[in-house]
């Protein structure tokens, strides 16, 4: 028997630019993901959209954490920011054109962060990396917020309302052998 993906909840404040119905259609958007992974699953349909949904659920998961526990600031002394994150490289990464994610890396070959763009969800994802922080860059994560023109002013209000802890933490337990 497969086990099945269970939809996660997620415990978000209030957010800077971002609205409650917006995360609100979000979180269903997300829904549905863990719903198709789990169909295609249980009828062994293993084809073309599955890497779709699942990369669709596993992205989501980590962008909304990211909310969780209200907006904390990135330490300068933090073990990421220490492996050489660049914010501002990072913003103009998110600004590409075209919907995707923007998403960082920790490499647990090289042992380095690396930030890469993800077509879609599922066209790009970097092999042997784990993702540390994803910034969902498809348009429904910030359209009804701030119109295709605000993309720009999405990325700024994600940045001032993610818990960087969060993040520091997805760093620490990927990296752990590389410290150790």
């Given at each position: ?36 992974a ?25 962008y ?5 526990g ?25 600004l ?85």
């Open positions: 028997m497969t086990k099945q993906f269970k939809e996660q909840k997620f415990n978000i404040p209030e957010l800077k630019g971002i609205s409650k119905r917006n995360i609100e259609e979000h979180l269903k958007l997300y829904g549905a993901y863990v719903k198709n789990n169909d295609l699953l249980v009828e062994q349909e293993y084809n073309r959209r599955f890497p779709f949904e699942f990369n669709g659920m596993r992205n989501h998961e980590i909304f954490s990211q909310f969780e209200g907006p904390q600031s990135l330490s300068g002394d933090s073990e990421f920011a220490k492996a050489g994150f660049d914010l501002e490289k990072f913003k103009k990464l998110a590409t054109r075209g919907v995707g994610w923007a998403m960082v890396y920790y490499d647990s070959v090289s042992k380095q962060l690396i930030q890469s763009w993800v077509d879609e969800q599922h066209l790009g994802q970097l092999l042997q990396c784990t993702p540390v922080l994803a910034l969902d860059m498809w348009e429904h994560s910030y359209v009804a917020d701030y119109q295709p023109s605000g993309k720009k002013n999405y990325i700024e209000d994600f940045f001032d309302n993610i818990n960087w802890r969060v993040v520091e933490q997805n760093f620490l337990e990927v990296s752990k052998d590389a410290r150790d």
